[in-house]
C-alpha cells in the first residue's frame, strides 16, 4: 500500500481535459516538492513535471502540475491518444528520510 | 547527456544476494549535486525505492525502511559507476529494478532489468 494515493485509473476522449489526483500527509507533499512520471509500456518511468510544476524541456504544455497543502495535481489538456499511459506521483519523506512513490493511475484514452 | 547503463543476472536463487551495477556516461558518480539511487517495480508493491548513495565532500547513503536490513550501495570511482546489493532475498524480491540519478527529481534513469527469484 503506497502513502502516496492515487485514483488507480482514469480516462477521456480526445481533446478532453483529465487530472490525476496524489494525496499525502505533511510529511511528503505537505513540506517537498513532487514531481510526476509518465510510464509507456515496457519502458522506464519518464520525468513529465519536477518541482511542483515545472516541465522539462521537450515535455509538452499540455502537462501542468500544481501543489496544495497535502496533496498535488497533474493535468493533462487537449487529450490525445499518445497519452495513454501510467502516471506516477512520487515525493521525498522526512519522516521516513527516503523517497515515496503513489501507487500509479492507469489512463485511457476513450 | 547523461546515460545510465545496467549489468547484472536476471536470475537469482532464494537466500542468495542479487547484485547489479550502473553505469554512468556524462556526469560522475562523485557529482556534488546528484544522487544515485535503486528503484524497483513490481505489480504487487509498484514503484518502490530501495535506497542512494551520494557524495557531498564524503560519501552518504540512505536506505527505504523495507530493505535496510539487506541492503548495500556502493560508488565505485574507478569506474564511474554504483552497485545495489540485495541480500538473502525471497521470490517477494522478483521485479524490474531500475538505477536513477536524481537532482531533487529522478531526472534519468537506466533501460530496467528484470530480476527474477527462483529456484
Known amino acids: 500500500q503506497s502513502v502516496l494515493t492515487q485514483p488507480p485509473s482514469a480516462s477521456g476522449t480526445p481533446g478532453q481535459r483529465v487530472t490525476i489526483s496524489c494525496s499525502g500527509s505533511?510529511?511528503?507533499?505537505?513540506?517537498?516538492?513532487v514531481n510526476w512520471y509518465q510510464q509507456l509500456p515496457g519502458t522506464a518511468p519518464k520525468l513529465l513535471i519536477h518541482s511542483n510544476n515545472q516541465r522539462p524541456s521537450g515535455v509538452p504544455d499540455r502537462f501542468s502540475g500544481s501543489k496544495s497543502g497535502t496533496s498535488a495535481s497533474l493535468a493533462i489538456s487537449g487529450l490525445q491518444s499518445e497519452d495513454e499511459a501510467d502516471y506516477y506521483c512520487a515525493a521525498w519523506d522526512g519522516s521516513l528520510n527516503g523517497w515515496l512513490f503513489g501507487g500509479g493511475t492507469k489512463l485511457t484514452v476513450l | 547527456q547523461v546515460q545510465l547503463q545496467q549489468s547484472g543476472p536476471g536470475l537469482v536463487k532464494p537466500s542468495q544476494t542479487l547484485s547489479l551495477t550502473c553505469a554512468i556516461s556524462?556526469?560522475?558518480?562523485?557529482?556534488?549535486?546528484?544522487?544515485w539511487n535503486w528503484i524497483r517495480q513490481s505489480p504487487s508493491r509498484g514503484l518502490e525505492w530501495l535506497g542512494r548513495?551520494?557524495?557531498?565532500?564524503?560519501?552518504?547513503?540512505n536506505y527505504a525502511v523495507s530493505v535496510k536490513s539487506r541492503i548495500t550501495i556502493n560508488p565505485d570511482t574507478s569506474k564511474n559507476q554504483f552497485s545495489l546489493q540485495l541480500n538473502s532475498v525471497t521470490p517477494e524480491d522478483t521485479a524490474v529494478y531500475y538505477c536513477?540519478?536524481?537532482?531533487?527529481?529522478?531526472?534519468?534513469w537506466g533501460q530496467g532489468t528484470l530480476v527474477t527469484v527462483s529456484s
Open positions: 536513477a540519478r536524481a537532482v531533487g527529481y529522478f531526472h534519468q
Open positions: 505533511s510529511s511528503n507533499i505537505g513540506s517537498n516538492t
Open positions: 556524462g556526469d560522475s558518480v562523485s557529482s556534488k549535486s546528484a544522487a
Open positions: 548513495t551520494y557524495y557531498r565532500s564524503k560519501w552518504y547513503n
